[in-house]
């Protein structure tokens, strides 16, 4: 059975601070992997990750992926308020199914 | 970017009622989107596959008579939650990719903004 297990489920952080969510994965026919931002409505897409050891960033997130240890990781530096949502790991099937992990709910207090 | 617009964003009703949902497009065609449901505090969990100009293919689980699906255009899919009930109270949430981006190539699924559905 597909499986994508994010971790922290929950982190709480000052301002400032940098952060660290985890997803691994097992999944069969790997696509790519992705990352969704989600406050109040529907997830806003960050970062697709398709081959291993290449690092994906914009502005203060960033994100990379190891395909063979099944895992990728987020980064957030310098974090702030704003940045408070849930993060959603998520797996694209060859299917073109997308198998969502619980996801990590972030809070930056200031 | 690539636009999804969801509608309605809430809907409370009294139950045996039956609710549509919209799930447009707005600036690409998608010949595919997807249906999702979340719980309070629970991921998104995909319901069903909406392919225009065919049959969805629902996930297991998912009674295709309870959630019927019509993709009629390439840039509408709707999703009527039929004689609904409190236990079908939740997010519901609509997802496409950019047909013209290619089956194959690796361009994301954007969302809607989702449809808030309480059954009373």
């Known amino acids: 059975e597909d499986k994508v297990v994010q971790s922290p489920l929950s982190l709480v952080v000052h301002e400032g601070d940098t952060v660290t969510l985890n997803c691994s994965y097992e999944v069969t026919n790997f696509r790519s992997l992705l990352w969704y931002k989600q406050e109040k409505k529907a997830p806003t897409f960050l970062f697709m990750l398709t081959s291993s050891g290449i690092e994906k960033k914009s502005g203060r997130l960033s994100s990379i992926l190891d395909k063979k240890e099944l895992f990728s990781i987020l980064n957030i530096t310098a974090t702030q308020t704003g940045d408070s949502a849930v993060y959603l790991c998520a797996v694209l099937r060859g299917s073109e199914k997308l198998v969502f992990g619980k996801g990590t709910k972030l809070t930056v207090n200031p | 970017g690539a636009v999804v617009s969801q509608h309605p964003s809430w809907v409370i009703c009294k139950s045996g009622t039956s609710v549509k949902i919209e799930c447009r497009s707005l600036?690409?065609?998608?010949?595919?989107m997807f249906w999702y449901r979340q719980f309070p505090k629970q991921s998104l969990m995909l319901m069903a596959t909406?392919?225009?100009?065919?049959?969805?293919?629902?996930e297991q689980g998912v009674e295709k008579d309870k959630f019927l699906i019509n993709h009629a255009s390439l840039t509408l899919s709707t999703l009527t939650v039929t004689s609904a009930h409190p236990e079908d109270s939740s997010f519901y949430i609509c997802s496409a990719r950019d047909r013209g981006a290619g089956a194959r190539s690796n361009q994301p699924q954007h969302f809607g903004d989702g449809t808030r559905l309480s059954i009373l």
């Open positions: 600036d690409f065609q998608a010949t595919t």
């Open positions: 909406s392919n225009e100009g065919s049959k969805a293919t629902y």
